[in-house]
């Protein structure tokens, strides 16, 4: 079943015009014709299905009919990254999305050396990733920042999960357990490391709580997911400690 994440509202009996490109999808990729049924979400309103209801060269016109599902959302989690070279970042962005991150926020270390940013395409990835994966929220994804102003104005509610390499920290696992519900971050460094200075900030925030990804040297995209995975195989919706919805 197509799955297409749209803008518009949805109730029964709505009709939503496509943009081009999803219509093309639709009708030209997809080979969709009037009647056909597909499934729609924005975000808000949970996931209906619909129907098409006109295919012309104008582009093409869904009609709504009921609810599937109701609009719900994953775990209080996010993913804090320092930007990294394009192809990375995009592979870093997608897996988000499929692993269940609410928010990804980019951000610029003392030792970041990025591609420049295009936060409508990291948008696109993100909406192609739920539209494939069965979310009907869509992960926000948050323009660049310093590392120090994000920390300067750190959340004293939500847990850091601080990714750190060059040090004596627990593996990820083991620095997981038993530790408390509530909003989270999951933090990944640049590929040249944290500085000194970074680590010390990191280690002295009350909310951090340090991890190694083991023995292994890992490139940022590969970190990312290794620790997400982890995180929600312990604290997140694939193990016992679920977050409130």
Known sequence: ??????????????????????????????????????????????????????????????????????????????????????ARLETIVEKACELGVRRVRLVITERTNPDPIRLPRLNAIAVEAAEQTGRIDLPEIDAPVRLADLLDAWEPSRRLLFCDEAGDAPPALQALKDQPQGPWAVLIGPEGGFSPAERARLRGLDQAVAATLGPRILRADTAAISALTLWQSVCGDWGDCVTPR
């Open 1 to 86: 079943m197509i799955r297409l994440f749209v803008t518009h509202d949805l109730a029964p009996g709505a009709r939503l015009g496509l943009n081009p490109d999803q219509s093309r999808y639709v009708v030209a990729v997809m080979r969709r014709a009037a009647g056909d049924p597909l499934l729609v979400f924005n975000g808000r309103h949970g996931e209906w299905r619909a129907v098409v209801a006109e295919s012309g060269k104008r582009g093409a016109v869904l009609e709504v009919q009921d609810q599937t599902r109701p609009q719900a959302v994953g775990p209080d989690l996010d993913l804090i990254v320092a930007t990294v070279k394009r």
